[in-house]
């Protein structure tokens, strides 16, 4: 079988990230990016589903503009055996990313989709389930185990809610989305980060798969959250109750 | 000209109707979870939330189950919250478990009847699974994890886990999908005591095809941490362990602390993945996100994305032996020191609680 995998290019996580002057958005030039956490783990997934020998092909699939090209570079350095990339030059929400993917899943007929449970710069958690929606097809979120049954076509997923972990059984098709304690991705290793230049990377656009872009949401400011007032550092255990019964008046 | 001037001012009048329209007749829908036969406080902040998008908002909770918890849920929601004008229930065996595929189908069998102004839903794993799911279906734009509604469409959300708020326009047609975040909205309602069942409306499912999508999706068991002390997210008071607590032994003490100050206890990515806790206790980003009158973080360095999850706490009390470490510059009260030190102390000189 075949697995797609939504990979996003996104701020680095560990970049402590500036909100324009003009509130228009947050500052992404000169700002190192890379490939989304959750999307990692992800594709870590699909490589380790195919090392296994229950999937053939894993494909890496970003939408976005031109530098997309590199976060796919490192999907197939990780692994991946070839990607696409649909390029788009402005911000797309994940309604317009969701159609996109499914034109493309019906154009790759894969068996299985994985994506992040969010990107850690718009942090939706969307995309996936409004793609598993679009398709009809059944979806596990936030899954932390995967286990295929190649026979019956079924994946059970281990999900982390709200008080606990949940199991599903899911026919595939299917969508996956990942949670962080899925897997430790890989590095990628620089013998394949060499072989990753020879792979190839689709381009097309939305119109070549006759998804039309429209927006319902419209972005009015982004501001810097309110910052918090110093706070004083005490020297005793004993300063600290006193403080938090008669200052702040919390115990 | 004059035609221009009179186009213009059929223009606006007609754009000065449809926003009057919109606002007078705002109606919403609330994705109810319930458990136990009682509605979860994520779902009642939800009707909160409900009430702030206009005064003249009618408000329906959704229920969907099966068997006698789910009556006794209903039955419950129609006098818990005075703004619930309707409890719709959704009565069948397929929602047994919530499950994405047959909710989101619900959600959209229930719009199609009703042609809600707005659907909001908790922003918990629930809200997070389902509603986007039926957004997909109803082709349009949800908005995660609301923390303040600025008008019936302009909402405030956090982005890049919490370093900068956005404030997003829906611009698109009915229905306006929301989660939200439940910390920005508390109830902090007595429920009221008289029951009100003339309000509960089953819903005909008979209009419940069976399509692509049924049955593809089975529940097969949930393993849930049952413990006594208070709900992490709704808690009045958190402790929380980091990696410097060293192992889950010596996490007991976080816990012996949490107990004395009948708090909930927390944990951070680190101390989840070192396997200290489970994981449904993760505080951060891509965990749960609380905002408790107290907050205390032991052996916690403070990344931004655990910084995330307690940014909105109202008292933040820190105690590090790294006197660098970011935690401090967001703690009212901190304290340099040992930990394995400054909690025994803690623990005996605390006063007891009541």
Redesign the interface.
Known sequence: MKILVGVKRV?D?AV??R?KPDKSG?ETSNVKMSMNPFCEIALEEALRIRESGRAKEVVAVSVGPAQCTDTLRTGLAMGADRAIHVEYPATL???SV?KIFKALVDAEKPALLLLG??A????????G??????L???????A?KVVLDEGNKVA?VD?????????????LP?VITT???LNQPRYATLPNIMKAKSKVIKKLSPQDLNVEIR???????????PK???????????Q??D???NE?R?? | MTIQALLGSIRRRSFATRVAHSSRFLSTLVLGEHKGGSIEASSLCAVEAAKRLGGDNSVSLLLAGSGPSLQEAAAHAACFHPSISKVLLADSERFTYALAEPWAKLVHLVQQKHSYSHIIAGSGSFGKNVLPRAAALLDVSPITDVTEISGSNLFVRPIYAGNALSTVRYTGSNPCMLTIRATSFPTGMAPASVSNDKCIEKIDLSAFSEDDADGKSRYVSISSQDTERPDLANARIVVTGGRGLKSAENFKMIEKLAEKLGAAVGATRAAVDAGFVPNELQVGQTGKIVAPELYMAFGVSGAIQHLAGIRDSKVIVAVNKDADAPIFQVADYGLVGDLFDIIPELLEKLPEKK
């Open positions: 701020v996580y402590k990230i909100v947050v929400y994940p309604l969701a449970k969010q850690i710069d718009d942090d939706c958690n969307q995309t389930q409004m793609i598993a929606g679009l009809k097809w059944p979806q596990a979120t936030f932390s059970t999900r982390e809610v709200d008080g606990g972990l949940e199991t599903l059984s899911l026919d299917a949670d962080l304690r927006s319902d949401l419209e972005v009015v400011q982004v501001t810097e959250p918090r007032q110093a706070g004083v550092i005490l020297s005793s255990v004993d600290l109750i403080r938090l019964k702040a919390v115990i």
